[in-house]
Nanobody
Framework: QVQLVESGGGLVQAGGSLRLSCAASGSIFSINGMGWYRQAPGKERELVATITSGSTTTYADSVKGRFTISRDNAKNTVHLQMNSLKPEDTAVYYC???????????????WGQGTQVTVSS
């Protein structure tokens, strides 16, 4: 099995910062892409940021310049530094990883359980 465990969510005032972390554990041969997605009440889950094993990053337009994604390949962790937070950033944030469990298997998507981020105005 593969587990993704997020941490670092919470309540912050507008303009503040939070740092989310996600650790992947279990049967892991290699991890390709990792990323963060979010889902606000009544809305669909949307991409926030992704990072490849080679550290190529992509960001949603709404977070560019405010959020930074990073990863530690040796520790199978991914982080999301969120600065200048806005009330519209309020959502449940989910960690995602594309994992190969064994050398002979394909890559599959795995998700964390989500962590709540609430930004007050």
């Amino acid at each position: 099995q593969v587990q993704l465990v997020e941490s670092g969510g919470g309540l912050v005032q507008a303009g503040g910062s939070l740092r989310l972390s996600c650790a992947a554990s279990g049967s892991i041969f290699s991890i390709n892409g990792m990323g963060w997605y979010r889902q606000a009440p009544g809305k669909e889950r949307e991409l926030v940021a992704t990072i490849t094993s080679g550290s190529t990053t992509t960001y949603a337009d709404s977070v560019k310049g405010r959020f930074t994604i990073s990863r530690d390949n040796a520790k199978n962790t991914v982080h999301l530094q969120m600065n200048s937070l806005k009330p519209e950033d309020t959502a449940v944030y989910y960690c995602n990883a594309v994992v190969k469990k064994y050398s002979w298997t394909n890559f599959y998507n795995y998700w964390g359980q989500g962590t709540q981020v609430t930004v007050s105005s």
